[in-house]
């Protein structure tokens, strides 16, 4: 059967698995970046499904699947907001991190160790996040089929990843892996980047619609993320399935 699975990927990430929490470990630069993009999120899904946060759990009645997991960094914030959350890994390792810390957390979120193609569901979903996860996976093409039979019709879903250019080359692989010492050393193959038109068209032949696409960059003097139009490094999709 084909899969997703890149198992040097997996490995990578599961022998930093008992970081995913610490906000000052190996994912402190996930943990910054992890408000602008809970805030995009929440902006979508509030302006497509006609939601007014008018409630702490305003996004009760909504069946959310978020793919490549980890440990549950945006897994939780939906589940407090009230979401069905449902979140999958293909690391053992990060699920178990991920069940050990919604426990903690008092949190109730589906976890499973699966991939999108062998992920054993009966339901559909409302929303499906993809984020960071796409650059690190084998066979984009099947990884989308599947997120599009997972996906109700007119459901959301989101993809975040990296543009294959010169100046992510620079920054992403560079300045945060060789020189700031953000990431680990090899977290990321810039030949696995995907242009943004590259990827619009690969949603497009799966019936995906481009509703949003923005950039998301970082300022080094205020140390945070935002919104912008400059797609050259980070940038977020959000679509419809027709």
Request: glycine letters at 6%.
């Amino acid at each position: 059967m084909s899969t997703t699975i890149n198992k040097q990927e997996i490995q990578k990430f599961s022998r930093l698995a008992d970081e995913w929490w610490d906000v000052n470990g190996k994912f402190k630069p996930l943990h910054m970046f992890n408000p602008i993009r809970i805030e995009y999120i929440l902006e979508n899904i509030e302006q497509h499904f006609k939601i007014k946060k008018d409630t702490t759990d305003y996004l009760t009645g909504l069946n959310i699947l978020d793919i490549g997991c980890g440990g549950g960094l945006i897994s939780e914030p939906m589940a407090r907001l009230g979401a069905k959350v449902t979140g999958i890994d293909a690391s053992e390792k990060n699920i178990s991190v991920a069940k050990l810390h919604s426990k903690k957390s008092g949190l109730q979120i589906n976890y499973f160790k699966a991939s999108p193609e062998n992920l054993n569901y009966t339901e559909s979903f409302d929303i499906i996040l993809n984020l960071e996860i796409v650059e690190h996976v084998d066979n984009v093409d099947l990884y989308l089929k599947s997120c599009n039979k997972l996906l109700k019709k007119n459901g959301l879903m989101f993809t975040a990843t990296l543009n294959r250019s010169f100046i992510s080359y620079i920054k992403a692989i560079i300045g945060a892996e060789y020189i700031l010492r953000w990431l680990p050393i090899g977290t990321h193959d810039w030949n696995k980047f995907i242009k943004p038109e590259e990827l619009e068209k690969l949603l497009s032949q799966e019936k995906f619609s481009t509703l949003d696409i923005s950039g998301l960059n970082f300022n080094p003097f205020l140390k945070k993320w935002k919104k912008s139009k400059n797609l050259s490094v980070n940038y977020i999709i959000s679509s419809i399935k027709n």
